[in-house]
């Protein structure tokens, strides 16, 4: 694992677009994570408020629920891990270097190992910037709180990292399939934050297939069984009823699609030929 | 000892059959040519030993049945195109090498300079001649000095000068007695450097044997003078002399044994014949390898 490790450092060290990506990627983490109180503020100064209550004073770093906040907000963000593993394989196919990792002496399980290493590290690196910048932002802004319910909605920590890793591995799968960067970035986001969006709100609210199957039918697609491991909580700020917790249904679907995408991938990598 | 054993090796796509029950022995310390036109299964059958081509049906041996991944460790190979990072330095790119080969990052500089690429190491691989490229393939194939360098068309797009310089490297690998598996359809760049070789058709080995078998000087010499139906009627008394014929500006005969070239200079000078050209007929292998694929037809 070390090896594939190194290996996979080796390769993305000297890469300027994956920096750029990862660069963005934690930018983007960044705004969100403690953008939060300059948001509310905003909100305040355009004069929105929450059933009469002033929007700065939402609890929305107060524990246990900073946890779902942020990690729900931060999947959204799915993308770009991807699109570092998007650029990581199709790179190895389109320079053939793959074939020649093979060549010198590594077998397609150790290249598969060194790009889940790569998937992991990602998702590792990624979670673990959440879990700081919630606890500081908790630090800062939350009332406070004991410790078990500081760490109570850290399960949310967990599924975040275990969406990031679910998706990265279909971009892996995609990678392999499409071979082709641009297009696959394009059509990976499109995908993920418009078709299957809209899809899945047609299926859910179009008026003829209420009370229908076609309605759960979207828990059941890529993209929104991972939006539904960590569902949006804002709802509650408007006295909405949410799922706060981690449902074990999406868990085990995704879980399902996850070990569907591994095995893709396995199989194209050990039936394909490395022409 | 054998280096690599090839058993029925056969790959089917589809309909098409690229390599047929292929049987292969390569020893210790030989250079072995891989000959064949375009589309004849010679990447395939080094693909397959490579493990980057899963074989249809029979299997190869290296070392006498080493595990694939430790065989491929110790051999070197380039298969096709060089195949490198283009945003990486040689350098950087080698490291690479270096690390899947579990070899000593140390070796880098000094292949760098066996190749004469040690001046460039620090310029990206995109910015490389397609000779550079070549030599730096070559580089990378040397780096865990390997017993077994395996090498498909080498020379492939390269210019002249390029050619010349990846043919002297070859040779002096070849000097260091490493075992070298070369696959071309450049048959001068074959007789030059190898030993052995075979001769694949279709995916079907047609020949296989030793280059200098079918190489070296024939018993057929050209000649020509000022006056070519003097020399001719001139030449027809001399006994030593068959086969006699004209061929465009000169003329072709066999010579008979006992008889040599100086004999027929001497003969024709004493006929106050001064000779422009008698020179002794080379067999080529592409002569050979003609030769071979036409009877195979």
Known sequence: MIKSLKLEWLKVKYHPLIWILFGMYLLALTILCFGGTFFLEWLKYEGEDFHGLDPTLLPIYDFPDIWQNVTSLASLLRVFPAFIVIISVTNDITTQTLRQNVIDGISKTQYLTSKIALIVSLSVLSTAFIGLAVLINGKLYAHPASHQLMIEGATFLVAYAFDALVYCCLAFLLALLIKKPGFLIMALALYTIWFEPIAAAILRNHPDLRDTAWVVLPDYFPVSALNGLIQLPFGRYLFHEITDFVPVKQLIITTAWLLSYLSGIIFLLTRRDLK | ?297
């Open chain 2, 1 to 297: 000892m054998n280096i690599l054993e090839l058993n029925g090796l056969t790959k089917q796509y589809g309909k098409l059959l690229a390599v047929n029950e292929l049987n292969l022995q390569i020893q210790q310390g030989q250079v072995y040519g891989i000959l064949g036109p375009n589309g004849s299964g010679k990447t395939t059958t080094l693909g397959m030993i490579l493990d980057v081509v899963a074989p249809s049906s029979g299997d190869y041996r290296w070392f006498g049945g080493m595990s694939p991944i430790k065989a491929r460790q110790q051999i070197g190979a380039i298969l096709e195109t060089p195949c490198f990072y283009p945003y990486m330095t040689a350098e950087q790119n080698l490291r690479i090498s270096a690390h899947i080969k579990e070899c000593s990052a140390a070796k880098i500089s000094e292949v760098l300079k066996q190749v004469g690429l040690f001046e460039r190491r620090k310029d990206k691989f995109k910015t490389y001649s397609l000779g550079m490229k070549q030599r730096l393939s070559i580089g990378a194939a040397l780096l865990a000095d390997p017993p077994v360098l395996i090498l498909d068309e080498p020379t492939n797009g390269l210019d002249p000068e390029g050619i010349a310089e990846i043919r002297t490297l070859i040779q002096e690998i070849a000097q260091q007695g490493k075992t070298i598996i070369l696959a071309s359809h450049l048959l001068d760049e074959v007789q030059k450097v190898c030993t052995h070789f075979c001769i694949l058709k279709n995916g079907n080995k047609v020949h296989e044997g030793l280059v200098n078998d079918i190489t070296g000087t024939t018993r057929q010499i050209r000649i020509t003078s000022q006056d070519l139906s003097l020399l001719k009627t001139t030449l027809q008394q001399h006994p030593g002399l068959s086969n006699l014929a004209t061929d465009g500006p000169e003329l072709i005969a066999d010579l008979q044994p006992g008889t040599t070239t100086a004999d027929i200079n001497r003969f024709c000078f004493e006929q106050g014949i001064t000779l422009s050209k008698l020179q002794p007929v080379n067999r080529t292998l592409e002569q050979e390898f003609l030769t071979i694929l036409k009877a195979n037809q």
